[in-house]
């Protein structure tokens, strides 16, 4: 037999394959080849590549110990299987991700399945990584209560880190697959667990059982010297801690002792219960291991199935592949009370006996007709046909292009909350949150405070929230402000990080995920990011907001303002303990907020002058109805601003620098009423709060020049260019 290729050459051979079609992958961690592997995994991708669409893969990480017979006989029955060597020990799980990586580099999946709470890790590090779309939860158990109820691995680190592990593979999948209903009811219990994007199927039956291979019912019975009317109780599956041998010892025996033509086989490995067992009842109970392809022929010449367990969680929510397997061969089943789902299907659809610890085990053989029965139900509940529509389901939402769940799921945990304050935007607002929706990293939340529009945007917001949950709308009765909304959306926000947007501004779709990529886990206070003007669509103005600054502080006070509004991502408890927008400020908010933010102490933040990832709208809209009005608040919330960080500024002796916010808005004033705007009462109101008296009177004489020479030179016939801008330097030189 030729020597299989090393798993280097192996991703060598892939990378210069042409192209594939669209491709899911399905990884598995540290699942070695057995019958429930085939049954569980090799026959599930063969199954979902019958459904049409997306092609799915097998990308299996196999202990070294044995690495080349593991990848022989995976790839025997898997062709197009990858099978890659993991990195030794449990604890370095992580490792693994960078087989994984190179595998999504050069077959660039649309998403990942995986099967088990590492694998689906391994996979979240990969959306995260931007390398696929989605990810889906295979869960097979309560991993971290079966490692804590039965110490799996004996490594106290890791079965700590099993919880927050499985918590993150619930909460952050994409799509879930579970084995039980009563697992779904454990996320829920245990991680606060509140979506409803998950497909139940159970431990379905595999193909190479259904095969038979072997001794025929009479030659079995004969090898153990049974007889046809002996009554043969059969347990079939591994001895390890949740299979809870010692209860069937205890509860078997009483059975045993009753007839000499009750018997008892074991398809197993042994343990100490089987041979106390056969100790006491050397010619009632046998054990025997089979391979495989063996099992089925073994049980047809059983009559009942045997599935005790002990109460623990554990077991509450398993879907043993067992128990399929004896329906399949036409056997009923004693099982306990509480195993996953399957005790309360017994007990619905007479498939057998639920024994607790009041009954008494009686069990007669069934008649030809009774296990006609069992089988015929297996086929029907426990074949992989009979989940034809979950599995559809499942592989339909594992697509690049497919967006919407029947309907789309919150995060319980989002990373990023989007707050959006709006009043009478209703022009603007489909195109905003189709901005948010369309996010490659779909970690977020939107929250819309509408500030009492009449204009119908509550109506339309109420609509989008009905239609995406992760769209958390706040309608107030009376008009607050932006900077209210705004601070009410931070005391709601559930993500770590927060992005303030506007509601006629979009985010660019890889917004999210280019900021998170640098602020997740950094330990900074706020990173900015460049943000491009556009007036109908992005991309038709050159306008661009760098933030390149090398002292944005003082850029801030000198009002020649380096960022706006969106280009920071915060973190959540730094601008919550700034105190969010300080209400008093009715314009020239966004300043103060980030001017007061490089005063905190001990801030951290860094600038990234790059390509934009966000966009400022320019429109006809936005112009003001009432130029007097908002020129009054403009000039207030300047003078509110001077007067705030004077103190600041002038402990780094930069007092100047804030007649920068001063000539800047003045500039605005003179030229509204030299367009003709507003009128000259209007312009000596607006003046009266700029300049007023007391404040005008401090100021040197030289600066006092400069600003009635502004006054004079901006309501000229004509100006030259370069005027305003030696003025605006002259003031602000210290």
Known sequence: MARPPSACSLLWSISCAPPEPPVVLYLTYNDQPSGVYWSQVTDVVEHLNTLGGDRVRLVALVSMRGYALSRHSIQARSPGAIVLPMVPRAINWRVNWIWLYLVCLLLRPSGIIGRGIFATGLALRMRNMGRVVKVCFDARAAYAAEWEEFRVMDDDRLIAATSHV??????????????????????????????????????????????????????????????????????????????????????????????????LLFLSGSHPCIVSLQARFPQQVAQVWVEHHEVRSMLLACDHGLLLRDPCITNRVASPTKFAEYLSAGLPVVISEGVGDLSGMVRQHGLGMVLDHAFTLELTKPDGARRKRMTTFAEQHFSKPAFQEEYGTLLLHMRRAYAEWSSVEPDPEPLVTVIVPSHNKCAFIGDMVRSVQEQTDGRWELLVIDDASSDGSPELLQQLAQADPRIRLTVLPKNKGANHCRNLGIAHARGAYIILLDADDLLARHCLKHRLKYMKGSGMDLMVFTMEVFEEKPGDNDDRWVPDSDAPLLDFFRHKLPWQTMQPIWDRNFLSALGG???????????????RALLSPGVQYRLFPGEPDCYYRIAEERKAVDPARLLMRFSRSAMMYH?????????????????????????????????????????????????????????SADKRMLLRLTRWYNLMPVRLPGVNRLIYTMLTKP
């Open 643 to 699: 007067e705030k960080f004077k103190a600041d500024a002038e402990r780094i002796r930069n007092a100047d620098l804030l007649l920068g916010i001063i000539h800047r808005t003045y500039l605005q004033v003179l030229l509204h009423r030299k367009a003709g705007r507003i009128d000259e009462p209007t312009l000596l109101e607006l003046e009266a709060v700029l300049l007023a008296p007391d404040w005008f009177a401090r100021l």
């Open 166 to 263: 499985e918590e993150l593979a619930v909460k952050r999948s994409d799509v879930r697959l579970s084995v039980s209903e009563a697992l779904v009811e454990h996320w829920r219990t245990r991680f606060g667990y509140t979506g409803t994007r998950q497909v139940v199927i159970p431990c379905t039956l595999g193909s190479a059982l259904l095969a038979q291979h072997g001794e025929s019912p009479a030659d079995v019975r004969g090898r153990f010297g049974w007889n046809e009317q002996d009554v043969v109780l059969v347990y079939s599956g591994t001895v390890v801690g949740w299979q809870s041998l010692e209860l069937m010892h205890d509860r078997l025996g009483p059975w045993l002792k009753q007839d000499p033509g009750h018997r």
């Open 581 to 595: 927008f300080d209400e008093g400020f009715s314009r020239h908010q966004d300043v103060e907020l980030h001017t």
